[in-house]
């Protein structure tokens, strides 16, 4: 089964700090994303990289950053916490096939409270 | 918080019933198709998936149909448990994409 791991359920930081959310899946997949989850909004795509140091931005990538500097590891930045960066946040992955569409793996989510 | 339930379409039935969940996709470009249930305080986890050259696939109480002339996919549960209880969204991949659009969700409930 693939494993998709986010370091903390819970964080509460103060407005102005940067904050790092860590993701980490153990099935070798080349990509990786970033979703914050909102009532009413459903799941927004903020960030996603295709491999390796690869990033692309998603709808919503304003206020936030990405890092790959491992295959196993993406991890989202908020560079300057706002309350309005209060959200669920989801990790996925997914094997990259020629031909052939696979799912995305989502982690249980961090939920972010900024104050 | 509050719950990712909230604001969403609402699907009662009682346990033992037969549920059919409904979700209209946007492209005609969309060319994969997944369901995934989120139960509460946990992140989205797949039940099934249809690619567009299929109209129907079949798991373990659960099947997909997929009608590409209207645009519409549903998940239909069979026997419902309460423990099928959660919230199930559909997400399309378009033809070429690495990313998926999701459906907004619907919450079923079910009572014993």
């Known amino acids: 089964d693939v494993k998709v791991t986010q370091s903390s359920r819970y964080l509460v930081k103060r407005t102005g700090e940067k904050v790092f959310l860590e993701c980490v899946q153990d099935?070798?997949?080349?990509?990786m994303f970033w979703y914050r989850q909102d009532p009413g909004l459903g799941l927004r795509l903020i960030y996603f990289?295709?491999?390796?140091?690869?990033?692309e931005k998603g709808d919503i990538p304003e206020g936030y950053s990405v890092s790959r500097e491992k295959k196993e590891r993406f991890s989202l930045i908020l560079e300057s916490a706002s309350t309005n960066q209060t959200s669920m946040y989801l990790c996925?992955?997914?094997?990259?096939?020629?031909?052939?569409?696979?799912?995305?793996?989502f982690g249980d989510g961090t939920r972010l409270s900024i104050l | 918080g509050e719950s990712v339930g909230l604001h969403l379409p609402t699907l009662s039935v009682q346990e033992g019933d037969n549920s059919i969940i409904n979700c209209a996709y946007s492209?005609?470009?969309?060319?994969?198709f997944i369901w995934y249930k989120q139960e509460s305080g946990k992140g989205p986890q797949f039940i099934i998936d249809?690619?567009?050259?299929?109209d129907k696939r079949q798991g373990q109480r659960v099947t997909v149909l997929l009608n590409k002339t209207v645009k519409h996919l549903s998940l239909q549960i069979a026997a419902t448990q309460p423990g099928d209880s959660a919230v199930y969204f559909c997400?399309?991949?378009?033809?070429?994409?690495?990313?998926?659009?999701f459906g907004k969700g619907t919450m079923l409930l079910v009572s014993p």
């Open positions: 492209n005609s470009a969309s060319d994969y």
């Open positions: 249809i690619r567009s050259n299929m």
């Open positions: 990289s295709y491999d390796v140091k690869m990033k």
């Open positions: 099935m070798d997949h080349e990509n």
């Open positions: 997400a399309e991949n378009r033809a070429g994409y690495s990313t998926l659009t």
């Open positions: 996925a992955s997914r094997k990259r096939t020629r031909g052939s569409n696979q799912p995305q793996h």
